[in-house]
């Protein structure tokens, strides 16, 4: 268990690495994932990353941030699911519903991501419209960690990827996850009432 100074300490050397190799558009999506993350999960991250040694240590080989949601080793809100990814929502959103669909497998560029995938952001993105009510909702694939991921970020006045970010309470989360994770009855059609005017019936013959 890192103490909370190692912990500050290493998440600065996390982030001096992400400043100095990530492309710039990339930079603020992948410290916000650092700062986001408590104690716990990040200590899991390095180790999953083998940037410390477990007490357990595996010979398994290296495991991104994503991959360990997916796995369920790292809390997520998750509000959809389908065979090939997961909709989480994100800690650190834009914009409230700011949601990531996570391919369960590591996927390294957009070309690879199934229609699976791109099923699951539309049905989200869909959702996400008739509860929440943005302007618009914009879809940004990113790779972070070597894992190819869609944000899906509703739009409600001028947001974009690179506006300021706000740390989302449990208790919020939990809100919205339960908001948008509802089961939408099917729309019942009124029963069409029989009479003179709708039904042709022949004439009796006498």
Same mark, same amino acid.
């Given at each position: 268990?890192?103490?909370?100074?190692?912990?500050?300490?290493?998440?600065?050397?996390?982030?001096?690495?992400?400043?100095?190799?990530?492309?710039?558009?990339?930079?603020?999506?992948?410290?916000?994932?650092?700062?986001?993350?408590?104690?716990?999960?990040?200590?899991?991250?390095?180790?999953?990353?083998?940037?410390?040694?477990?007490?357990?240590?595996?010979?398994?080989?290296?495991?991104?941030?994503?991959?360990?949601?997916?796995?369920?080793?790292?809390?997520?809100?998750?509000?959809?699911?389908? /065979?090939?990814?997961?909709?989480? +929502?994100?800690?650190?959103?834009?914009? #409230?519903?700011?949601?990531?669909?996570? @391919? &369960? *497998?590591?996927?390294?560029?957009?070309?690879?991501?199934?229609?699976?995938?791109?099923?699951?952001?539309?049905?989200?993105?869909?959702?996400?419209?008739?509860?929440?009510?943005?302007?618009?909702?914009?879809?940004?694939?990113?790779?972070?960690?070597?894992?190819?991921?869609?944000?899906?970020?509703?739009?409600?006045?001028?947001?974009?990827?690179?506006?300021?970010?706000?740390?989302?309470? /449990?208790?919020?989360?939990?809100? +919205?996850?339960?908001?948008?994770?509802? #089961?939408?009855?099917?729309?019942?059609? @009124? &029963? *069409?009432?029989?009479?003179?005017?709708?039904?042709?019936?022949?004439?009796?013959?006498?």
């Amino acid at each position: 268990m890192l103490s909370q100074e190692q912990v500050d300490s290493l998440k600065k050397q996390v982030i001096q690495q992400i400043e100095s190799t990530f492309p710039e558009d990339k930079k603020e999506m992948a410290k916000s994932q650092i700062e986001s993350m408590n104690a716990d999960e990040f200590e899991e991250f390095l180790k999953q990353n083998n940037l410390i040694k477990s007490q357990q240590e595996s010979s398994g080989g290296q495991q991104c941030i994503f991959c360990s949601i997916v796995f369920g080793d790292i809390q997520s809100y998750k509000i959809g699911e389908n /065979e090939k990814a997961i909709a989480i +929502l994100e800690i650190n959103p834009v914009s #409230k519903g700011h949601t990531l669909i996570v @391919p &369960k *497998e590591h996927i390294g560029s957009p070309e690879k991501l199934s229609a699976e995938v791109q099923e699951l952001s539309k049905e989200v993105s869909d959702k996400i419209k008739r509860c929440l009510n943005p302007k618009e909702i914009a879809m940004h694939p990113l790779n972070l960690f070597g894992h190819e991921i869609i944000n899906i970020l509703p739009v409600y006045e001028n947001e974009t990827l690179n506006s300021q970010r706000n740390r989302a309470s /449990e208790e919020e989360l939990q809100k +919205l996850q339960k908001e948008l994770s509802k #089961k939408e009855p099917l729309e019942k059609k @009124p &029963k *069409e009432e029989i009479n003179e005017k709708n039904t042709w019936l022949p004439k009796r013959i006498p």
